[in-house]
């Protein structure tokens, strides 16, 4: 039971969400829960979905898009974006069961993308205060500046979803994963 409404559907948010809501469901074929409570702040959702799509179309791919959610989720304790990101790394990002059990602990299998993963758990953390050792570990990786301003805005999107998850409790509607079972 969630602490806040959950619209039961696309009619019953808000109006100014239910264009955005539509939308959503054109493009993943459904309405997932997080999208649902965040609509009760029509302006929160389009926030959300402006920078989402926004960085999807940025310098970093979605595995590592990915891996940087399911590292931050991990670290924050939200099963709801863990039970998402598993999914979505799984079905969608083509991450294996290795690489998603890497990432949940900080790190990832992949040599470069493990400077990301890294310099996204340093920016939790620590909230924001990175080392300089931190950033020469990650540009030492490859990642250039608009990647590494990208890694920063996924670790705040990913850091609202987490929020908004636990703080109002949003039934999971994916396949159930646990941060306590990392």
Do not use: W
Request: hydrophobic share 45%.
């Amino acid at each position: 039971m969630t602490r806040i409404s959950l619209p039961a559907s696309i009619d019953a948010a808000p109006a100014g969400a239910q264009p955005l809501l539509e939308a959503v469901k054109k493009q993943l074929g459904s309405v997932p829960n997080l999208f649902r409570l965040t609509a009760n702040s029509p302006a929160a959702l389009e926030g959300y979905l402006g920078l989402s799509g926004a960085l999807a179309k940025g310098a970093l791919d979605a595995q590592t898009r990915e891996r940087i959610a399911l590292a931050v989720a991990q670290i924050n304790g939200c099963d709801y974006c863990l039970s998402a990101h598993t999914y979505i790394g799984k079905n969608l990002a083509k991450l294996d069961d290795a690489e998603i059990a890497a990432n949940r602990n900080g790190r990832s299998t992949d040599e470069e993308a493990d400077a990301a993963v890294r310099f996204a758990v340093a920016l939790v953390q620590n909230r924001g205060q990175v080392s300089e050792d931190d950033v020469k570990a990650v540009k030492g990786a490859g990642y250039g500046d608009a990647e590494l301003v990208e890694i920063v805005a996924h670790v705040a999107v990913s850091t609202l979803t987490n929020y908004l998850n636990e703080a109002f409790g949003t039934p999971i509607d994916f396949p159930a994963v646990s941060a306590a079972a990392a």
